[in-house]
């Protein structure tokens, strides 16, 4: 069982950037394919960026895609969510998760089809 930790969240001008890490232990990294969501106020879940084991593929929610990166070091075992030209509505807390595949594809913006989830990290971004 993967237990996941992310850091990185904070307060951050409209415009700004941010690096969001999720740290992975008691598993093994490369296994899983990773995922970022975000929760904002008043709002469901979503699906923000995805992974593959390997590294090798990525998927992107559209409101962002453009915007973010998300990235993976299977040596660090930890997935990273670079974010720039940030806006209010990206303000939520962003959970990372993680996906035990038996393949590198394919990835998923489901939620349900993630196993594991971290505590998730605040990010606001005032205008």
């Known amino acids: 069982q993967v237990q996941l930790v992310e850091s990185g969240g904070g307060l951050v001008q409209v415009g700004g950037s941010l690096r969001l890490s999720c740290a992975a232990s008691k598993g093994t990294f490369s296994r899983y394919a990773m995922g970022w969501f975000r929760q904002g106020p008043g709002k469901e879940r979503e699906f923000v960026a995805a992974?593959?084991?390997?590294?090798?593929?990525?998927y992107y929610a559209d409101s962002v895609k453009g915007r973010f990166t998300i990235s993976r070091d299977n040596n660090k075992n930890t997935v990273y969510l670079q974010m720039n030209s940030l806006k209010p509505e990206d303000t939520a807390v962003y959970y990372c998760?993680?996906?035990?595949?038996?393949?590198?594809?394919?990835?998923?913006?489901?939620?349900?089809?993630?196993?594991?989830w971290g505590q998730g990290t605040q990010v606001t971004v005032s205008s």
């Open positions: 998760a993680a996906d035990l595949k038996y393949s590198d594809l394919p990835i998923s913006d489901n939620p349900l089809l993630y196993d594991y």
């Open positions: 992974i593959s084991r390997s590294g090798g593929s990525t």
